[in-house]
């Protein structure tokens, strides 16, 4: 965390445009986080310390959640390699990276099926579980998917509200499954997107424990590598317990920075598995993605670098927001959610004019913005223009 930044630099960051010695606050602060960062890791980092000066063409992108860093060194150059090879499906190296995937979660081989994204294992789940008359629960405010693919199969959706700043309410969620006489999917995103988020599974674990009748939980956890919050636990625990209720999600496209190579997968019971597997695309996964999986799984250097990069990136953010009063919910992923003062479109459009692509409306939450956390100095020039911004009265 920039915690270890003495205090005088972090002080500077409140100053916006001041020059000191030819250089300015921000490449000062961009070259500290950097030099802060760099000290994790072994290899030449992609250019932290470099100002950022967005245009029209070349916008900072922090509307998607995607991974600013760039892939691990070691999983680029594999999907390099694989290029020339990518003639033949990856059939020799997908049981390699099932394998892999297996000993990281603790189970066989057999309780891991590969996806193309966790976008393919949300809608092949769902697509698993469609039986007469079932209903999706899902939180008021979460990732779109689950509700997009429920509605190609006609579902019943269920969208139960949230508590307070968005609190996923999990007695809400029970209550519309012991209501409901069919079959009930329970999709739950923790952390959260877009809130960024995360509930503690103690909060579920006596529901999922009860083996209640005529309901899957889908756990999709996207963003979990990123997670801070000490109690937070994965659901993989309930899958190496033994539990049957239970899918997990996973995917390369976060942490990994893997989001244009299409790879994820999923974790259950044997026989939930042999039941998804009729859904999805099968042996046919992107062959340059698989090579990149394999080499990122156990990079743990780059992994706990892409960490930490959206530590520093996040503290920044944090900072901006305080001072200039937003209220702003405790991010747990590469991703904040803040209250905006006017606006959203208005306010889109604003960070539009210079160059900056902030996330969509996320309804109900309309007066709420999602800000993905890129570098830290993409993060400096956002607080810039959010700083200048409220120095004429526009925000
Ligand atoms: C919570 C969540 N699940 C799944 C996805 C889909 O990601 P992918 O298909 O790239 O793995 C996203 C993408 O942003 C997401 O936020």
């Known amino acids: 965390m920039m915690s270890n930044l003495n205090i005088s630099r972090r002080k500077l960051i409140t100053f916006s445009s001041v020059a000191i010695a030819g250089l300015s606050v921000n ?7 950097a030099q802060e960062v760099q000290k994790s890791i072994s290899f030449s980092l992609p250019m932290l310390d470099k100002v950022v000066t967005p245009d029209a063409t070349n916008p900072v992108r922090l509307n998607f959640n995607e991974n600013a860093l760039g892939m691990s060194p070691r999983a680029k150059q594999a999907a390099i390699d694989a290029i020339p090879k990518a003639n033949r499906y990856a059939k020799a ?9 297996a000993k990281h979660h603790q189970v066989v081989e057999s309780q891991i099926l590969l996806t193309a994204g966790s976008s393919e ?3 092949s789940t769902i697509s698993a579980f469609v039986k007469p008359d079932t209903q999706l629960v899902i939180p008021e405010l979460t990732y779109g998917d689950g509700e997009h693919f429920a509605k190609i199969f006609n579902l019943k959706i269920t969208k139960v509200p ?4 968005w609190k996923i309410d999990i007695a809400g969620l029970k209550k519309a499954v012991e209501d409901y006489q069919g079959f009930s999917i329970v999709y739950l995103v923790n952390p959260n997107n877009p809130t960024s988020t995360v509930f503690g599974i103690n909060e579920i674990e006596s529901w999922i424990s009860s083996k209640p009748r005529n309901t899957i939980f889908i756990f999709d956890e996207a963003y979990a590598e990123f997670v801070n919050d000490p109690t937070f636990e994965s659901a993989d625990k309930f899958i190496t317990q033994g539990y049957e209720n239970i899918v997990l999600l996973k995917t390369f496209s976060k942490i990994h920075a893997m989001a244009g190579l299409r790879v994820g997968y999923i974790v259950s019971t044997e026989a939930n598995i042999k ?8 042996e046919k996964l992107n062959y340059c993605g698989v090579c990149a999986a394999l080499a990122s799984i156990n990079d743990t250097q780059y992994l706990t670098y892409s960490k930490k990069v959206v530590d520093v990136s996040r503290e920044i953010m944090e900072k901006v927001l305080s001072e200039l009063g937003l209220h702003y919910l405790k991010s747990e992923t590469n991703f904040m959610f803040h209250k905006v003062p006017i606006k959203l479109n208005d306010y889109r459009e604003l960070m539009k004019h210079k160059f900056i692509l902030v996330g969509r409306d996320f309804s109900p939450a309309t007066n709420w913005c ?3 956390l890129g570098t830290p100095s993409e993060m400096l020039y956002i607080a810039n223009v959010m700083r200048e911004l409220r120095e004429k009265a526009m925000i």
């Open 162 to 165: 949230c508590l307070t700043d």
């Open 370 to 372: 999602r800000i993905s």
């Open 93 to 101: 190296e997908m049981p390699l990276l099932n394998k892999a995937l």
């Open 27 to 33: 490449q000062l602060l961009a070259k500290a986080y």
């Open 121 to 123: 294992g949300i809608r």
């Open 275 to 282: 039941n998804i597997e009729q859904y999805v695309a099968g």
